[in-house]
């Protein structure tokens, strides 16, 4: 397993990780920091979601509490014009590309099925998240598909070719689309990484139902490259997945990481995680925290007070900026609905918006027969 | 030319016309698919615009997903229709539903072509009518052509649709010659057509069943029955006004569909005039379809298959109202 940061906050590289080390070295004291940062906000943002669904206010939450490191360190290991394929607790690797992560909130209010535009240039090819077990591994592989025949990898310019990774779990593992994804980025050599953040449990199934071998070692079945690597190391996380996104990039096919980490929390919020998991075994991994293990290396290289005091106003103003406008957001217009089903004008979509429109119509206007809310404000 | 070969003129020019099309699919390259559907398209576009895939449809379509994301126009190639099952989830969940998760953002302009129906004496799996769960769902289009002429066209023009649009292909017609016209087409992807006129009667179908409805109109015809033949063409949407307008000068509407009848698409159509042309109608609007079983083993598919002499029984039975 490639670790570089042990459980106690110090550099101790594993033998593993040897070839990956010089990744971290290109990492600087500011990187560092915002690494820290980010994995704070976000846990702090999730604290905040799961109360906000307790209140009523969502109708589900997805809690991501302990896979921060997995997350962020594989987030700012991908270029700017690599894709991402997420599949739906991505949540650090959608704020680190630049997603509002309200867009998240109104997804699980039960706003929008989907929430942000990938096409737009600000959210830098963070793709929509896909609920269905896996379906978004072939998506990312016909994508990687697509640069390989426009010729957009392997030319030697780093700043332009491109790679895809693609997330998903250990549970999605066993799906036959992550098996088919595989087969044919081996056998197109596409250029992308599949990266498995293996959290332990699939709902309440553990990885043990799912594969009699380490997911890794899979990975040698496709001919591919896979790497096991501690994921509660967010330098772990960096490193591997910087150097398996640049091979990618640079034409060597694909790669897998399978990422040790551990869901602390709930699988979502309708979850009761006590019916199947020890209390020890939760304390175990909670020994492990990626961000407690980065706080002690950075107060063992001197980063004061002040610092971590910082991150943690920032996560509380970031936390309060999600409820101040959640109390503010209104329901969708029921137009919407028929709005973008078709890209091309369709008949049925048109007879049938304009019948509900003029059913509505003939309702009082104080009356509308469709309000449905989520709680009070 | 057959239909066969009119689509693989159709891919020709669409793959010729626009380096964004590509085919995908289980032996269409070297091969040219089981069918010779794709014969010659590798060699003249190569291997990266002509693709032989891993054999496994949802990798298919999962893929062609993620390649209309990048801007291409892929064309699937489902090798029979009672394998496209495996690739359902893609279909259905993630296909006829992403233009709606995207608000519109993107558009997946993938064509899903399937070899569909009976009439060839095969094993199981390989003569199935499955169109309607297609047609059930939203965000799909689904269309099927009966001739050479609309096959060059329609794949054409569902390649060109920006929308996903599932192409089922009659393979009983792949052989025989019709004419084609490659200058002119005049009728759009999604229009019903009136084929042969009439009065007594309306007959509508799509596909294979077609030609069998041709052929009772002209039997028909012989006893002194004088039926309208429209070719439906679209199955999703579809188109009710020439169907309507045929039905009001009739009366009567016979559907022949070679899928099972139970909830079928005939059972739309009939619940749609009813709706629609209810005080025109003489009598209840008949469907000859499938047996509602699996489709049988090949020696007893003449059984299951609606042919003209149990379309001229429907009729004789809309005529005794």
Not at chain 1, 281 to 297: F, G, K, M, N, Q
């Amino acid at each position: 397993m490639v670790q570089l940061l042990a459980p106690d906050g110090s550099l101790v590289p594993s033998e593993r990780a040897e070839e990956f080390i010089p990744y971290f070295e290109q990492l600087t004291d500011d990187n560092i920091k915002r690494f820290y940062r980010d994995m704070s906000v976000m846990r702090r943002f999730d604290t905040e979601a799961t109360n906000l669904q307790r209140q009523g206010q969502l109708a589900l939450w997805i809690p991501s509490h302990g896979q921060e490191g997995a997350q962020v360190g594989s987030a700012h290991a991908v270029r700017p014009q690599d894709h991402i394929f997420p599949a739906y607790r991505e949540h650090a690797v959608a704020m680190i590309r630049g997603v509002d992560v309200f867009d998240i909130i109104r997804l699980v209010r039960g706003l929008t099925h989907g929430g942000w535009n990938p096409n737009d240039p600000k959210f830098r090819n963070f793709h929509i998240y896909t609920l269905v077990i896996g379906s978004q591994s072939l998506h990312a592989t016909g994508y990687a598909m697509g640069i390989k025949f426009d010729g957009a990898y392997a030319t030697g310019n780093y700043e332009t070719d491109q790679a895809v990774i693609v997330y998903f779990g250990d549970g999605a593992t066993s799906q036959g689309d992550v098996h088919e994804a595989m087969v044919f980025a081996a056998s197109q050599q596409t250029p992308q990484v599949f990266f498995v953040q293996n959290n332990h449990w699939a709902i309440s199934v553990p990885v043990s139902v799912q594969s009699r071998v380490p997911l890794y070692r899979r990975a040698d079945g496709y001919g591919m490259p896979g790497v096991q690597i501690d994921g509660n190391d967010v330098f772990a996380s960096y490193a591997v997945t910087a150097k398996l996104m640049d091979e990618a990039r640079q034409g060597q096919g694909p790669a897998m990481v399978e990422a040790h980490t551990y869901r602390i929390g709930a699988h979502t919020s309708s979850d009761d995680p006590t019916k199947y998991r020890e209390d020890s075994e939760v304390e175990s991994w909670v020994a492990r925290d990626p961000i407690l293990r980065l706080e002690a290396y950075l107060r063992g290289k001197g980063v004061e007070q002040a610092f971590f005091d910082e991150v943690a106003q920032e996560g509380a103003d970031f936390s309060s900026d999600i409820r101040r406008r959640i109390v503010a957001v209104e329901n969708p217009d029921p137009a919407s609905m028929f709005a973008h089903v078709y890209s091309d004008p369709h008949p049925l979509m048109e007879e049938q918006a304009a019948w509900l429109a003029s059913y509505e119509a003939a309702f009082p206007t104080d009356a509308p027969a469709t309000a449905v809310d989520g709680g009070d404000a | 030319m057959g239909l066969g070969k009119a689509i693989n003129e159709g891919l020709r020019r669409a793959l010729a016309e626009d380096p964004k099309v590509l085919l995908i699919g289980e032996d269409i390259g070297t091969l040219g698919g089981v069918f010779r559907v794709t014969e010659g398209l590798k060699d003249q576009f190569g291997g990266d615009r002509v693709i032989d895939s891993p054999l496994a449809e949802s990798g298919i379509v999962g893929s062609a997903i993620g390649l209309a994301m990048r801007g291409y126009r892929p064309v699937c190639e489902i090798q029979f229709d009672g394998f496209i099952y495996p690739a359902f989830d893609q279909i259905t969940s993630q296909l006829a539903k992403i233009t709606n998760r995207h608000e519109g953002h993107m558009s997946f302009p993938v064509v899903i072509r399937v070899p569909y129906g009976g009439h060839i004496g095969a094993v199981e799996h390989h003569q199935e009518s499955n169109e309607a769960y297609f047609a059930h769902t939203p965000g799909l289009r689904v269309v099927s052509p009966s001739n050479p002429h609309d096959a060059y066209w329609m794949i054409q023009e569902a390649i060109a649709s920006n929308d996903p649009v599932m192409f089922f292909e009659p393979k009983s017609r792949y052989w025989p010659k019709g004419d084609v016209d490659t200058e002119h087409n005049a009728t759009p992807l999604h229009s019903s057509r009136t084929i042969r006129p009439g009065t007594d009667v309306t007959l509508l179908g799509h596909g294979a069943m077609v030609s069998v409805l041709l052929q009772a109109a002209e039997l028909a015809a012989e006893e002194g029955t004088s039926a309208e033949v429209i070719d439906l063409r679209s199955i999703s949407p579809i188109d009710y006004a020439p169907i309507l307008e045929s039905v009001r000068k009739t009366g009567r509407l016979v559907i022949g569909q070679e899928a099972p009848g139970n909830l079928s698409l005939g059972s739309e159509i009939a619940a749609t005039v009813a709706e629609r042309a209810f005080y025109s109608l003489s009598a209840p609007v008949l469907r000859v379809s499938g047996f509602d079983v699996p489709f049988p083993p090949a020696k007893l598919e003449t059984l299951f298959l609606p042919d003209a002499d149990r379309i001229l029984d429907a009729v004789d039975r809309v005529l005794s109202y």
